[in-house]
């Protein structure tokens, strides 16, 4: 398995590394202390193309594979793991959703705006008494003529306070089980739709996280994303797609953290040396590497075997 660079993905790797030591660099510590989301950041991420890394060109988007994702939320979270989040949500949990299960009409109203960066995205499934038990949800939504009226609530709603897009689940027929789950797209200033509280957080501090109130919410039946029985589907298969983002923002965490274990090392003396110099700091720094190294392996074989088609939900 061959998991070489091409020149492509080393060109993104090297842009996105400059945009992240040159800018999120600069204040990532202080937005964190401050929970402050940072708004131009994302705006030149979008500039960049870095918030539809996957989505193919003629909706606005980078057309890479998923290895190039994967390099992509790694080298922002090793400066910047709130960066690396609020990228790696908007490209897989919502773009690729919509560029995969969604209509045309849906794809240039939505997916252009979000791959290009026009537009945030947040993905809502999580609630106060359920996970990411898509079959448990507790949110109703149910038919009134040509629109759906959504009750409910949403809990831990990554980029909640920012985006503009919203990807939202909600069972119609709960005596269908998973069969009644419905994926709609619920927009920003939608009567009945509320922003709940921000959360507190004890790290990641600079992405946004909070609730969601839904009170008689109604959205156009056109916004209904895929066939009405495929709402758990979908829910599955993006947070498969998301979950290779979310190890990939861990590595990037990982090798921040390394490369910080490092310098230290190198510049801490004791006994007339650096303390780099001692072979039990050695091999400190060797098992770290080597857990980093056999990590985005493991990643690779699950972006690979993804790109190939195959299975990749236990990889």
């Known amino acids: 398995m061959d998991f070489s660079y091409t020149e492509e993905q080393m060109m993104l790797r090297q842009t996105v590394r400059e945009f992240a030591e040159n800018e999120l660099a600069k204040d990532a510590a202080e937005r964190d202390e401050q929970e402050r989301f940072p708004k131009e950041h994302v705006q030149k991420m979008g500039e960049l193309g870095f918030l539809g890394i996957q989505v193919q060109p003629e909706y606005g988007g980078g057309g890479m594979d998923t290895i190039a994702y994967s390099l992509l939320i790694e080298e922002l979270s090793r400066v ?11 490209n897989s949990l919502v773009c690729y959703g919509l560029e995969k299960f969604g209509s045309e009409e849906q794809k240039q109203k939505y997916l252009v705006p979000l791959a290009s960066g026009k537009k945030l995205g947040a993905f809502c499934l999580s609630e106060p008494s ?3 038990d898509a079959s448990s949800l507790q949110t109703t939504i149910v038919r009134e003529g040509d629109e759906y009226v959504i009750n409910g609530a949403k809990n831990f709603i990554t980029n909640g306070t920012q985006a503009d897009v919203y990807i939202v689940f909600a069972t119609e027929d709960k005596s269908a089980g998973h069969k009644g789950v419905r994926c709609v797209i619920v927009e920003r200033d939608t009567p009945g739709f509320e922003i709940g509280k921000k959360e507190k957080k004890l790290g990641i501090r600079s992405s946004d996280t909070c609730s969601l109130l839904f009170d008689d919410c109604r959205v156009p039946v056109g916004n209904l994303v895929g066939e009405p029985q495929h709402g758990f589907r ?9 979950r ?3 190890a990939s923002q861990a590595l990037g965490i990982a090798v921040g953290a390394f490369d910080a274990a490092v310098s230290y090392a190198k510049e801490r003396e004791q006994f007339g040396r650096p303390i780099a110099k001692f072979q039990a700091i050695q091999f400190m720094l060797a098992e770290m590497d080597l857990r980093i ?8 074989e699950a972006a690979s075997r993804k790109d190939a088609g195959l299975d990749f939900s236990i990889h």
């Open 234 to 242: 979908i829910a599955l298969s993006v947070l498969d797609k998301g």
């Open 130 to 132: 359920t996970g990411s």
């Open 244 to 246: 290779i983002g979310i």
């Open 293 to 300: 190294q056999a990590t985005r392996l493991l990643i690779y």
């Open 80 to 90: 910047d793991a709130s960066a690396g989040v609020i990228a790696s949500v908007n």
